[in-house]
């Protein structure tokens, strides 16, 4: 029970720091999505089965914090830890030269998938496609953003490291 308010609080702080703080100090296009770079994280780290759950709990709090339809965030969250659960598994990941490429190729996906949806929802909202497309991937914001999102894919894998290693089974809390 403790394990799950703790992941409860932690999404839920994801979510404040990404509403409250990241969007306005960065820009709603070009500052980190740290929601979707801790999931992908945690996938990485805790591997698929143990974040998919969670990633479900994390896109419909995101989505309730932010207005949004049901589902707009979940969807690439979902796709985003099932890519790199699928290429964790198959591919080394770790801190040399190739993982960290992997790394950044998995930030890039995960970038370029949320601003897909992002023009998919524009369109939707009665912007011109074409519009909508080039909002979404002006290279400046893509750039900026994939830079940005893979700084905190690294500081996610970090963090959930070191809070596996703290709450390993011998401290009496699981994570898995």
């Known amino acids: 029970m403790k394990r799950r308010f703790l992941i409860l609080a932690v999404i839920s702080l994801l979510v404040f720091l990404q509403t409250g703080f990241v969007a306005p100090l960065f ?4 500052g980190p999505d740290i929601v979707l770079m801790f999931a992908m994280a945690a996938a990485r780290v805790l591997g698929f089965e ?3 759950g969670w990633s479900v709990v994390a896109g419909l709090v995101y989505d309730t914090a932010t207005f949004s339809k049901i589902g707009f965030h979940v969807l690439p969250l979902i796709a985003s830890i099932y890519l790199v659960s699928f290429f964790s598994r198959r591919l080394v990941a770790d801190a040399q030269a190739g993982g960290i490429l992997l790394m950044a190729g998995w930030a890039l996906a995960a970038t370029l998938l949320l601003r897909f949806s992002h023009a998919l ?12 497309v080039k ?9 900026s953003q994939w830079f940005a999102n893979f700084a ?4 996610g894998i970090w963090i ?4 596996k290693r703290r709450f390993a089974p011998t401290a009496g809390l699981v994570l898995k």
């Open 160 to 163: 959930i490291r070191a809070l």
């Open 121 to 132: 929802y524009w369109q939707k909202e009665g912007m011109a496609i074409v519009d909508a």
């Open 50 to 52: 143990a974040s998919l």
């Open 152 to 155: 905190a894919m690294v500081l």
């Open 27 to 30: 820009g709603a296009d070009r």
């Open 135 to 143: 909002q979404a991937f002006s290279m400046q914001a893509l750039f």
